[in-house]
């Protein structure tokens, strides 16, 4: 998912007021702010003409992405000229006396408002990031906005009086804007490094250290976003990538995040990510500019319930695109595959109705993951059988879904895919009845992926580290939750203890020993045993064909990619 479920107007209360005319243009400039060579801060000067009425509702960021209290990131709102300016109703409300329609000048400065550097262990950072080489604002969690203006109010922006050797980098560089842009932007600035494509029109702004070079993530994020592109039907068009480092809590810590903001993706990674990971994420969520909202949208209300089919075809199709641009092998698919038909096979909620998923979507990792489970699968098995009938698959559908929208159908992308899968002969209602709203178990096919090779039903024992992993980590990593009759209290795992890290052993996979390097006491000691639960569960998993070469290998690719 795009990391947040984004709202237009969250956090900057932009409501429209009937009977009074919206700004004209706002215009928005950002200055760094040094002290000794250090960014202490980063200024913006907001120029706009006052409501007729002499009085203008200022709103401040308020919530956004999760995050909570973002006026704080706020200092030293004043009115320059034009306006005085008072308190509103709340932190976030300010209040301006002025002239009819006059024009008013306001000065503040963002700042950030937690301490040291961004940490893995807080999350993506959604919040400002003022560094003393280097800030990342995102628009939502910056901006200072008239509360009359709406998404359509024109907006100018720019940069001015960067330090000699910093590099800018921003999706707001160009003419046209509006309030929509700059709030769902992002702007960086400081030591970056820019690495840019001239024929895709993309840039990448990274800093830091990492595993792979400029120039090897640079070509990939371009081949994503090409990809993208051409399956969409989509011409050349600026697009931005920035990718910040996030600090490790604990050695071996890994994170990587991030978040779609519409010409642009914000990442977010501590320095052992690796290149793959990063690439997958950023297929999945920079389809997210097609899916869903260039194939019907989604419901002004409840969004979360038809989670399946944006977040679900969204994940089938981060498989389908990176097969066929080269960037994934079959192995590399069918091994992120497993790993999610794993999870869904151990899942404490897969048969969970979808009034779940509207209700805990934010309160339960299990549940979060259940609609991408489900969508990918039923994406899955209706492109195969798609494929089983003719020329067909289920590009074709989402294509029609796409045309359809464009063509300025109402519905919703959940309403306009019965009706495109029926377009080319597929009945799809049923199935989401049984499967996407009263949660029924999905089993695939053993030959759903042929001729890549068979899918395999086993019975096997569930995973469990032998602890209680979420009350561990509300504990500061000191175990909790330990089980007794459970291989991890067999080895010497207790109560107490510090965990440190996983030298070993995949999450998920009860057939591969585990071990947790952790400290008992003074002393740090090695626990390795096999994590296994009670009872059993039924898994799938693809097997690929042991001789998939040359033209077998084709079609194999073929089917994973699509025609």
Request: aromatic residues 8%.
């Amino acid at each position: 998912m795009r990391g947040v479920v984004r709202m237009l107007a969250a956090g900057l209360a932009a409501v429209l007021c009937m009977g009074q005319t919206a700004p004209q243009r706002i215009e928005y400039t950002l200055t760094p702010v040094l002290s000794d060579g250090a960014l202490t801060a980063v200024q913006y000067d907001l120029r706009f003409r006052g409501d007729a009425d002499g009085e203008t509702l200022i709103s401040l960021p308020e919530s956004w992405g999760g995050q909570s209290e973002l006026w704080r990131s706020i200092d030293g709102l004043e009115a320059v000229s034009g306006a005085e300016l008072r308190a509103g109703e709340g932190p976030a409300r300010r209040m301006l006396s002025h002239r009819p329609n006059a024009r008013v000048h306001l000065r503040y400065r963002v700042v950030q408002d937690f301490e040291g550097a961004p940490d893995a262990q807080q999350g993506n950072a959604y919040r400002p990031v003022v560094q003393p080489t280097y800030f990342h604002l995102i628009g939502e969690a910056s901006l200072v906005t008239p509360s009359e203006a709406d998404h359509r109010t024109p907006v100018r922006w720019r940069a001015r009086d960067m330090p000699r050797g910093w590099a800018l980098a921003s999706d707001l560089e160009h003419a046209g804007l509006t309030l929509a842009d700059v709030w769902s932007s992002i702007s960086v600035g400081g030591d970056f490094r820019i690495v840019r494509d001239p024929q895709n029109q993309v840039r990448v702004a990274l800093r830091g250290a990492w595993s792979f070079t400029d120039a090897e993530f640079s070509a990939r994020v371009s081949e994503i976003i090409g990809g993208q592109r051409r399956f969409f039907g989509d011409g050349a068009s600026p697009y931005l990538v920035t990718v910040i480092q996030l600090t490790s809590p604990q050695e071996g810590w890994l994170s990587i995040g991030g978040t779609g903001l519409g010409d642009a993706f914000a990442f977010f990674a501590t320095p052992n990510a690796e290149a793959q990971p990063i690439a997958r994420t950023l297929a999945h969520e920079g389809l997210h500019s097609w899916i869903p909202a260039r194939i019907g949208g989604m419901p002004d209300e409840g969004e979360a319930a038809d989670y399946w089919l944006s977040e679900g075809f969204t994940d089938f199709y981060t498989g389908r695109v990176l097969v066929r641009e080269g960037l994934w092998t079959p192995a590399e698919f069918a091994a992120d595959l497993n790993q999610m038909l794993r999870a869904y096979a151990q899942s404490p909620v897969q048969t969970e109705p979808n009034s779940r998923i509207l209700a805990d979507f934010w309160n339960s990792q299990p549940v979060q993951q259940l609609p991408y489970q489900r969508g990918r699968l039923l994406a899955t098995i209706w492109d195969a059988r798609l494929r089983a009938a003719g020329e067909r698959d289920l590009d074709d559908v989402v294509l029609d879904m796409r045309d359809r929208a464009a063509g300025g159908a109402e519905q919703d992308a959940t309403a306009l895919l019965p009706l495109a899968a029926q377009h080319f002969g597929l009945d799809v209602s049923a199935e989401i009845a049984r499967f996407a709203q009263r949660g029924e178990a999905i089993l695939l096919a053993e030959d759903v992926f042929a001729p890549c090779g068979r899918v395999v039903t086993e019975q096997l024992t569930p995973f469990h580290r032998g602890f209680d992993i979420d009350a561990t980590a509300a504990n500061n990593n000191v175990i909790a939750g330990v089980d007794p009759t459970l291989p991890a209290y067999a080895a010497g795992v207790r109560d107490g203890m510090v965990l440190i890290r996983r030298d070993a052993g995949e999450i998920g996979d009860s057939s591969q020993e585990i071990a947790y390097v952790v400290r008992d006491g003074e002393t740090e000691r090695t626990f390795r045993y096999m994590p296994r639960g009670h009872g059993v569960f039924t898994q799938q998993r693809l097997v690929l064909e042991d001789a998939l070469q040359g033209e077998r290998l084709a079609q194999c690719a073929a089917v994973l990619g699509g025609h």
